[in-house]
C-alpha cells in the first residue's frame, strides 16, 4: 500500500505562482513514475505532468512552458512548480504514483486562480 502526503496549493492570482509537492510512503516501495493530474470544473481529469524514475518528463499541453515537474528519486517525493498561471488552472491537483504496476492517487490539493 502507498500513503501520498499532498502540500501546497492554494490560492493565487493570474500570472502568480505556485508549488505543489507530494511525498510517497510505504513499505517496499518501487516507483516508476510520479506526477499530477488535475480535475478543472466541467472538464475531465487531465494529466498535468508526470516523471519517470530516470528523469523523463511528460507535460500536458496546456502546461508546456509554463509547469515544471521535478522528483526526488531517493525521498519519493515529487514537486510541481506552475508559473504563469491562468484561471484555466483552477482544479483539483492529485499526486499519483505508479507503483509495483498500480495506479495510486492522493487526496488532492486545491488550486485557484483568480482573474
Known amino acids: 500500500q502507498v500513503q501520498l502526503e499532498e502540500s501546497g496549493g492554494g490560492l493565487a492570482q493570474a500570472g502568480g505562482s505556485l508549488r505543489l509537492s507530494c511525498a510517497a510512503s510505504g513499505s517496499g516501495l518501487s516507483i516508476t513514475y510520479m506526477g499530477w493530474y488535475r480535475q478543472s470544473p466541467g472538464k475531465q481529469r487531465e494529466l498535468v505532468a508526470r516523471?519517470?524514475?530516470?528523469?523523463?518528463?511528460n507535460y500536458g499541453d496546456s502546461v508546456k512552458g509554463r509547469f515544471t515537474v521535478s522528483r526526488d528519486k531517493a525521498k519519493n517525493t515529487i514537486d510541481l512548480q506552475m508559473t504563469n498561471l491562468n484561471p484555466e488552472d483552477t482544479g483539483v491537483y492529485y499526486c499519483?504514483?505508479?507503483?509495483?504496476?498500480?495506479?495510486?492517487w492522493g487526496q488532492g490539493t486545491q488550486v485557484t486562480v483568480s482573474s
Open positions: 516523471i519517470s524514475s530516470v528523469g523523463n518528463a
Open positions: 499519483t504514483v505508479i507503483n509495483g504496476g498500480s495506479l495510486y
